[in-house]
């Protein structure tokens, strides 16, 4: 399976600061990469497909690159919405595999 | 509005099956597959499979090929996730979550689905 490694694992940030999570994976997955948010207690939510196209309703204040193995997804002014965890998804090959996730704190 | 509701939360001895539902609402329910991902305690998200609602195609993950079924009615617009041998460790949180233009981007999730396997 494709291994996803995300870094950092957590961070602490401020309202207003820009952020930037990195995703690699184990192998080439072309663009085939999604980015999600989950707040504690619901489920995620798609923020980027396609490595770098912003979901329909997404702030612009995301954006996102990448392709091959390394991407990254950034947050150009956090919001105190923002405050989450982050996944990003390979679905280049089965099975899909999730990063481990970043944790964005105040 | 697109809407996944899942069934309630369940409680299972290990060995047991637990079957996990998934309705849906506010789109064409045949033409959008759909996943299922789970999330353990404090964990990361873990990816199922997925299921053609309208042909009943399905694709398992490896890890849970002996395991697991999918199904689908589309007569209710339900989806079914079936979990077979439960052991501890498949205590999670389960989500079904559809696939937004068949490119496997999940763009609209259910609310969640708590599994827990305890003697």
């Known amino acids: 399976a494709i291994q996803m490694t995300q870094s950092p694992s957590s961070l602490s940030a401020s309202v207003g600061d820009r952020v930037t999570i990195t995703c690699r994976a184990s192998q080439g997955i072309r663009n085939d990469l999604g980015w999600y948010q989950q707040k504690p207690g619901q489920a995620p939510k798609l923020l980027i497909f396609a490595a770098s196209t912003l979901h329909s309703g997404v702030p612009s204040r995301f954006s996102a690159s990448g392709s091959g193995t390394d991407f990254t997804l950034t947050i150009s002014s956090l919001q105190p919405e923002d405050f989450a965890t982050y996944f990003c998804?390979?679905?280049?090959?089965?099975?899909?595999?999730f990063g481990q996730g970043t944790k964005v704190e105040i | 509005q697109v809407q996944l509701v899942q069934s309630g939360a369940e409680v299972k001895k290990p060995g047991a099956t637990v079957k996990v539902s998934c309705k849906a609402s506010g789109y064409a329910f045949s033409d959008y597959y759909m996943h299922w991902v789970r999330q353990a305690p404090g964990q990361g998200l873990e990816w199922m499979g997925w299921i053609n609602p309208k042909s009943g195609v399905t694709v398992y993950a490896q890890e849970f090929k002996d395991r697991v079924t999918m199904t689908s009615d589309t007569s209710i617009r339900t989806v079914y996730m079936e979990l077979r041998r439960l052991r501890s460790d498949d205590t999670a949180v389960y989500y079904c979550?559809?696939?937004?233009?068949?490119?496997?981007?999940?763009?609209?999730w259910g609310q969640g689905t708590v599994v827990i396997v305890s003697s």
């Open positions: 998804l390979q679905d280049y090959s089965y099975p899909f595999t």
């Open positions: 979550a559809r696939d937004m233009t068949g490119d496997d981007d999940f763009d609209h």
